[in-house]
T-cell receptor, first 110, second 116 residues
């Protein structure tokens, strides 16, 4: 079946790196996504990775994909208080919908 | 437009009443999606429109839920005889569509629905 799992909480100190992990089930997903949701706001597309890649870097963000283990991670370097939000990973086994994880709440403290 | 817009941003209604939620996708996006996010949870897929094809309604939770879209423009999600468990944020997203090489979905700000 379709299931995307994430840990619920992550707490880091400002300036440290954050790593948010995700496991998914459907190996046919063409793309895998990370979305950010700040309190009271909609979903903001953060980054995505094509399924034939194993790494993608975009400024402070690094996405790692292990297709064998169906594991996706998002690393945020030099985490800032403005990074505090809920982070959702999502897979796209079909073009007609995204399957979302439950979200990881990242809290950054000074 | 510049992004996906939704209206109203907030809606409070009484149990048993009908509500209609609106979504304006990004101009040129052929695909449109509706999702529901209950408090503290992830997003649940509801329905998907792609151009003039028949919509994928597989995520609609009951026959009280319906959605329409005319061509590649505005969509409305209607919930009839609302129940308290319908309280959630309803999010709309649009994309260029796979045929145009653009699966990435861009989300609107959502409509926060509260059923009393």
């Amino acid at each position: 079946g379709e299931d995307v799992e994430q840990s619920l909480f992550l707490s880091v100190r400002e300036g440290d790196s954050s790593v948010i992990n995700c496991t998914y089930t459907d190996s046919s997903s063409t793309y895998l996504y990370w979305y950010k949701q700040e309190p009271g706001a909609g979903l903001q597309l953060l980054t995505y990775i094509f399924s034939n890649m194993d790494m993608k870097q975009d400024q402070r963000l690094t996405v790692l994909l292990n297709k064998k283990d169906k594991h996706l991670s998002l690393r945020i370097a030099d985490t800032q208080t403005g990074d505090s939000a809920i982070y959702f990973c999502a897979e796209s086994p079909q073009a007609d919908k995204l399957i979302f994880g439950t979200g990881t709440r990242l809290q950054v403290f000074p | 437009g510049a992004g996906v817009s939704q209206s109203p941003s907030n809606k409070v209604t009484e149990k048993g009443k009908d509500v209609e939620l609106r979504c304006d996708p990004i101009s040129g996006h052929t695909a449109l999606y509706w999702y529901r996010q209950r408090l503290g949870q992830g997003l649940e897929f509801l329905i998907y429109f792609q151009g003039n094809s028949a919509p994928d309604k597989s995520g609609l939770p009951s026959d009280r839920f319906s959605a329409e879209r005319t061509g590649e423009s505005v969509s409305t999600l209607t919930i009839q005889r609302t129940q308290q468990e319908d309280s959630a944020v309803y999010l709309c997203a649009s994309s260029l569509g796979r045929q145009r090489g653009g699966e990435t979905q861009y989300f609107g700000p959502g409509t926060r629905l509260l059923v009393l």
